[in-house]
């Protein structure tokens, strides 16, 4: 079965850039929640959805939004890149809310 | 306010050393403990969950166990493979998405040959 997909793998951008990030989820799995990694840190918990609708917000600037589609698929949207952003951006999915999370491969954003 | 804190930050070990990691939580009330394996550069891999004080769960050379302050990650004459990050997390108890997972630092276990 195919886990948590992300895209793309790695991405360099620089500062004032846009960034869009894109997920998609264990087949099955409805909820889907974004994570921020910096170096020697655990994640930091940025946004879940389920069933479309956004089920919690972290600690994260209005910079950041997400949604999910139809599919389940989602996207992690950054606005106005700071160099700050630079980390290892993860997805995970989960069968409902509050369902153990598997974690994709993540996405490795480099802001210059 | 709800906190992970996992010790060591660091630790080596001798293939075929037993040890222990240490996961200490301040959670209002604890609806499960998960513990990750992530190795450098990758999405953190799904070990364990535990709910309850007493609660174990094994597999392959790693026990987790759980008491009601804090978790511990038993890894039994580990290989050099067992080498990566291993990560603790609680969901928070009050406020925001009852899905969020509050992470700890981790603890980076090496093992040598």
């Known amino acids: 079965d195919a886990g948590v997909t992300q895209s793309p793998t790695h991405l360099i951008k620089t500062r004032g850039q846009q960034v869009t990030l894109r997920c998609s989820p264990i087949s099955g799995h409805k909820s889907v929640s974004w994570y921020q990694q910096v170096l020697g840190q655990g994640p930091q918990f940025i946004f879940q959805?389920?069933?479309?609708?956004?089920?919690g917000r972290g600690n994260f600037p209005d910079r950041f939004s997400a949604r999910q589609f139809p599919n389940y698929s989602s996207e992690l949207n950054v606005n106005a890149l700071l160099l700050g952003d630079s980390a290892l951006y993860l997805c995970?999915?989960?069968?409902?809310?509050?369902?153990?999370?598997?974690f994709g491969p993540g996405t490795r954003l480099t802001v210059l | 306010e709800d906190q992970v804190t996992q010790s060591p930050e660091a630790l080596r070990l001798q293939e075929g050393e037993s040890s222990s990691l240490n996961c200490s939580y301040t959670?209002?009330?604890?609806?499960?403990l998960f513990w990750y394996r992530q190795d450098p550069g990758k999405g953190p891999e799904f070990l364990f969950t535990?709910?309850?004080a007493g609660e174990e769960k094994e597999k392959e050379r790693l026990k987790a166990t759980l008491t009601k302050k804090e978790s511990f990650l038993h890894i039994t004459a580990p290989k050099p493979e067992d080498s990566a990050t291993y990560l603790c997390?609680?969901?928070?108890?009050?406020?925001?998405?009852?899905?969020?997972?509050?992470f700890g630092k981790g603890t980076k276990l090496s093992v040598k040959p």
């Open positions: 959805y389920y069933e479309k609708e956004e089920r």
């Open positions: 535990l709910y309850s």
């Open positions: 997390a609680v969901p928070p108890f009050y406020g925001g998405s009852q899905g969020n997972l509050i």
């Open positions: 995970a999915s989960s069968l409902g809310v509050t369902d153990t999370q598997y």
């Open positions: 959670v209002s009330g604890l609806r499960g």
